[in-house]
């Protein structure tokens, strides 16, 4: 299944920002040079050994790099008249200080903000402001650097995704390649090709320190004996920084110098740095606007830990024209031991009788009340029980085996609501390591991890309970139980590719700036493989376990639900998983659910897209 991608009024805005800064800026076809063609055999040929992979054209010596900015004062002007007309603060100069200090680290004679929150379409804005900048002015050489191989690999399927919807506007495609330092040759089409070039580089590969960094500024033989970063910056490319907040650190900034910018822009959500800001689209316009899901938080709470607590979980409350009821957890008193059994229980129901005469409920564990305005019921013995708020001796594992009940329930809840629209429900488990999801025995056979079999046993139970509630035999009850749950789940882990394992990601450094990342562009390849196949009723997959180490670089417009599996204190993680499911839905036919789908009758936009978060932590944790 194809995305069908549409003209939004508010990424034509950010676009036509950037634009607008450089009227009076003439048109042209590109600043001609001779292409370095480095120290090469003799060829009575005019023309370069090499053809492009995407296009079969030949090229010659003449290369095409951008021309530069004619009027300086002129943007200027430009810039101010565009942050006069968005409401944004006025750059009495165009700032260039990159640390506070007053220098201009990147060498850059003019630096643009663009802001926009995760989920409202950065990518889509840059690359059509690529296109625009490339139709009203000529420029056509681009970079894209990007603060990890995470994100590099989710740009670059974007472009990928993008190129047919582009050509059809503008009647062009760009021609886009990941720079590897052991593929020079693109370097080459980069330079001599006058068409729209874009090439993708994380900041790892110009700002390391280890042997493939270093070739960027070497003298190659295999490339004949010149330097990468000369044949790019002879182009004087323009810089598309994402996330530049993740690229604030002198020695890099001092490092993107070397591409003799013409100039930068920055598109991030969360900007550390005020340079020019031109352009703004904050989480709270994006919500009013409902540019992206809403957002809920089920946080599971605990209270009372120790051995000599009965254990309870209040998992709901049904509301109806009777006296509201509750869905209780308890411990059931059997010939082999206890059991955890959902019950359905109502005002004056005694937990010691329910249980089977189980003597951890002997103390007047009597309901006395169930509040169906405050969510919460209430025991003899003066405990008050919260709704998704357990009690008890809970350990790390039923704490966990909550959360993914919690998940459960909460996808078929939104699965049911949205079959007969043709809308695919994903859900989206974030763990801390492989093993949790799967291991492997002497012989190299699969073996379920304590995840997987927790959720196989609670899906069933879930699902057991689900329809015996909704007791018409629906098409997505039908649905429902023709399901397999050992193909509905499925993992995202990077593979060792000797064993075929899954195996851990290899974590980049920590540092003070991002929360640790994975470097595995394996991992990333198949999460982004499978992006469009997973929006398919065709395919299984409905459940999603991947590695917390995953969480940046990709995202999926039907993920409804994300279970965090994991300890996290920090702000940055817990922001880049919900990130993977705050974009608009689509349907079966790769159509979003947004504002032009359902025109005045707005309010169905978040009724459909609500991103559900279940957390071990309170919502008041959460959201702080």
Known sequence: MDIKFRTLNY???????????????????????????????TNNSLQIDFINDQQGETYTDIAFGNAPIQDMDRVLSNVQEQQLAAGLARSETLVVDDNGKGKNLTSSQLNLNIEMETGTGKTYCYIRTMFELNKQYGWSKFIIVVPSIAIREGVY??????????????????????????????????????????????????????????????????????????????????????????????????????????????????????????????????????????????????????????????????????APVAYLELEVKTK?????????????DDLYVLSNNSTQYSDRYVITDINGLNNTVEFANGLTLGVLEAYGCVDEKLKRTIQIRETIRSHLQKEQELFAKGIKVLSLFFIDEVAKYRQYDENNNVIDGEYVEIFKQQYEQVVDEFIEQYLEDSPYIQHLKNIDVNK??????????????????????????????????????????????????????????????????????????????????????????VGRGLRLAVNKDGERMDAIRFGENSQVIHQINNLTVVTDESYKDFVT
Request: net charge positive.
């Open 488 to 577: 509905t789940h499925n993992g995202y882990f990077s593979i060792d590719k000797k064993s075929k394992r899954l195996v851990d990601p290899d974590m980049k450094d920590k540092n003070s700036e991002s929360a640790p990342i994975s470097n595995d562009s394996d991992a990333y390849d198949l999460i982004l493989k499978d992006k469009e196949r997973l929006l398919s009723f065709d395919e299984p997959t409905r459940f999603i376990f991947s590695h917390s180490a995953l969480r940046e670089g990709w995202d999926n417009p039907n993920v409804f639900t994300i279970c965090t599996l994991k300890h996290s204190d920090n702000t940055i993680s817990r922001r880049q998983e």
């Open 11 to 41: 990424q034509l805005a950010a676009t036509q920002a950037v634009v607008n800064c450089f009227i009076g800026q003439s048109k042209s076809d590109g600043n001609r040079y001779m292409l370095d063609k480095g120290k090469r055999k």
């Open 157 to 322: 399927k974007s472009l990928e995704m993008m190129a047919d919807h582009f050509h059809q506007i503008y009647q062009k495609k760009a021609r886009f390649f990941i720079y590897d330092s052991k593929a020079l040759h693109h370097l080459e089409s980069f330079s001599a090709d006058g068409g729209i070039n874009v090439m993708v580089i994380n900041v790892q590969a110009f700002n390391a320190t280890g042997k493939d960094a270093r070739r960027i500024y070497e003298e190659l033989d295999e490339f004949q004996s010149r330097r990468p970063i000369d044949v790019i910056s002879k182009n004087r490319p323009i810089l598309i920084l994402d996330e530049p907040q993740k690229m604030q650190a002198d020695k890099t900034l001092e490092s993107l110098a070397n591409f003799k910018p013409l100039f930068i822009l920055r598109y991030s959500a969360t900007h550390k740095r005020d340079y020019n800001l031109i352009y703004r689209l904050d989480a709270l316009d994006a919500y009013n606007q409902k540019l992206v899901k809403k957002i809920t938080v089920k946080g599971i709470e605990v209270q009372g830990l120790t051995g000599t607590n009965g254990y309870l979980y209040l998992q709901s409350i049904e509301l109806s024209k009777q």
């Open 336 to 348: 082999n031991g206890f059991s955890r059994k959902i019950r359905k229980v109502k005002k004056g």
